[in-house]
């Protein structure tokens, strides 16, 4: 059984950075794809990036390439989301979600899903 606990989220102006971090525990997890999804009110949810098990191939959605970055530190079994330049339109809640056989964009493929972390950007 893997859990998953996002942090880092908050408020932040335009223009502004912020990172997010995700825990997990459970065994075998660095052997997992991960993946970073969001979803704001009244939306579906959408995807932002993935990871492969050795950080080797990455995955961005079109609206936050080059200014997101997804990252792993398989030692402390956590995924993080480096976010830079956010907009308004980024405001929304942050999911982390792995999976022993699966990492891109579909996020009906993960199995394990984190509790999420609200980020929210003012203009």
């Known amino acids: 059984q893997v859990q998953l606990v996002e942090s880092g989220g908050g408020l932040v102006q335009a223009g502004g950075s912020l990172r997010l971090s995700c825990a997990a525990s459970?065994?075998?997890?660095?052997?997992?794809?991960k993946g970073w999804f969001r979803q704001a009110p009244g939306k579906e949810r959408e995807f932002v990036a993935a990871?492969?098990?050795?950080?080797?191939?990455?995955a961005y959605g079109e609206s936050v390439k080059g200014r997101f970055t997804i990252s792993r530190d398989n030692a402390k079994n956590t995924v993080a989301l480096q976010m830079n330049s956010l907009k308004p339109e980024d405001t929304a809640v942050y999911y982390c979600?792995?999976?022993?056989?699966?990492?891109?964009?579909?996020?009906?493929?993960?199995?394990?899903w984190g509790q999420g972390t609200q980020v929210t950007v003012s203009s």
């Open positions: 979600a792995a999976d022993s056989r699966y990492f891109g964009s579909r996020s009906d493929e993960y199995d394990y």
């Open positions: 990871i492969g098990w050795n950080g080797g191939v990455v």
């Open positions: 459970g065994r075998m997890f660095s052997m997992y794809g």
